[in-house]
């Protein structure tokens, strides 16, 4: 029963930690290009996905 008293407040808390987490990841425009990602892969480091040459400091 000790036991219970301790680790329900503590998930309560943790979930509502994730929770505020979450809901502060959306606000924050995280989950708005879920495509961007993906598709910079396809394209070649040298390259923005516009196809212009990056400047020399951006490169590697």
Do not use: T
Request: proline fraction near 10%; charge should be negative.
């Amino acid at each position: 029963m000790a036991d219970a008293m301790f680790l329900v407040p503590l998930a309560v808390l943790l979930s509502a930690a994730a929770l505020a987490a979450f809901i502060w990841n959306l606000s924050d425009g995280q989950y708005e290009d879920l495509d961007g990602a993906a598709e910079r892969v396809l394209y070649d480091d040298r390259d923005h996905p516009d196809g212009r040459p990056r400047p020399p400091a951006d490169r590697p």
